[in-house]
Structure formats: C-alpha cells, structure tokens
C-alpha cells in the first residue's frame, strides 16, 4: 500500500486565481497580443509546484495523457485509448512512448477529447499526471482537474490545428523519472535495512 500523500494544494482550486487568469488572457487577446508567454509560464509555475511535491512524495501511479492529433495513420490504438498496441512498433513516438510507459509500468492513453482525459484522470485518481497537449489545453487543464498533480508540455510542430502534433517521448521519460526517484530510493534503503 502506498503511503498517504497530502492533498495537492494548487492555487487553480481557487476562483480568483481562475478567474484572474481569464481576465489577463482576454485582455491580451483584445490587445491583439498572444497569450501563449502567459500559459508558458502558467504550466512552468505548475511544473515547479509538481516537482517539489515529488521531491517530498513521489508517485505511487502515474497516467500518462496525449491528445488524438499526436496518433499517425499507423496507430491501431483501441476505443480505450490503450498505447498496448504500439508496443512493438517504430513508426512514430507513440510507439518510443509505449515502451517507455511499459518500462516504467505506468498506464499510458491518448484522449479523443479533452474532457475524456479529464474524466480518466477523475475516474483513475493517479498521484500524478504527465501530459502534453496545446496551449489552451494546458489551461483547460489545469483548471479542470486542480486537484491532480500534473506536470505538462506543450505539444510542438503541428502542420495546423489538431493535425500531426509531435512530442518529445525523453521529455516523458525524464518526468517518469523524477516521479519514480523517491520510490526507489526507499526500496533501496529497504533492501539495504535487510543486508
């Protein structure tokens, strides 16, 4: 059994806070200006929080969230969202991904729409989600499901909007990484307690 983590205290639990980011991004939009320097820094804000709370607790279970425009013609992925199927593949990242998850035995799905990833994430419960997805995604997120860690990562090189958007499958393996640190350093210090 894993042990009891504190709740996960995000200021996106607060209606102000949500609301104050609301009204910077509609005045950059009236202003004609982009907001993705805003959500850049929003989701590096968040991603600091995430990893000094893994510093202190780690992950025991981890899902890990991609939308349907990163899947290529090649992907037989299920009606679950399963990357089960590209385990043996090497046409694209989702296969790189899936022996990653594997490796780290963690549940990874590609969400056919955003409010399936948040219902997953509700359903699961994980003590951390890593995702990626685009910039308003990211936001979307953050205020959907405050109450989940979640480090995130913008999707990078889409040809237009929710076609063929790539993702860096190290970013994944870095983030799995610090989540899993804590963990095994308690199972070696067990091991080591028992020699």
């Known amino acids: 059994m894993s042990p009891r983590r504190p709740p996960y205290r995000s200021p996106w639990r607060h209606r102000a806070y949500v609301l104050a980011v609301a009204a910077a991004r509609a005045l950059l939009a009236r202003a ?78 590609v969400a056919f729409r955003s409010h399936v990833a948040f219902a997953l994430a509700r359903e699961r419960r994980p003590d951390l989600i890593i995702a990626t997805a685009c910039d308003d995604r990211l936001v979307k997120a953050l205020r959907s499901v405050p109450e989940i860690p979640a480090l995130l990562a913008p999707l990078t090189g889409m040809e237009r909007m929710c076609v063929n958007a790539t993702f860096d499958p190290a970013w994944f393996a870095a983030q799995l990484r610090l989540a899993t640190a804590p963990r095994e350093a308690e199972h070696d210090a067990r091991a080591a307690d028992r020699a």
């Open 32 to 109: 004609g200006r982009s907001d993705e320097p805003l959500i850049r820094r929003l989701v590096a804000a968040n991603n600091r929080r995430v990893e000094r709370r893994l510093a202190a607790h780690g992950a025991a279970t981890v899902l890990l969230i991609l939308p349907r425009c990163v899947r290529r013609g090649c992907c037989k992925i299920d009606d679950g969202g399963s990357l089960a199927t590209c385990l043996g593949c090497d046409r694209c990242d989702l296969g790189e991904l899936a022996r990653v998850a594997d490796r780290f035995q963690v549940e990874a799905l």
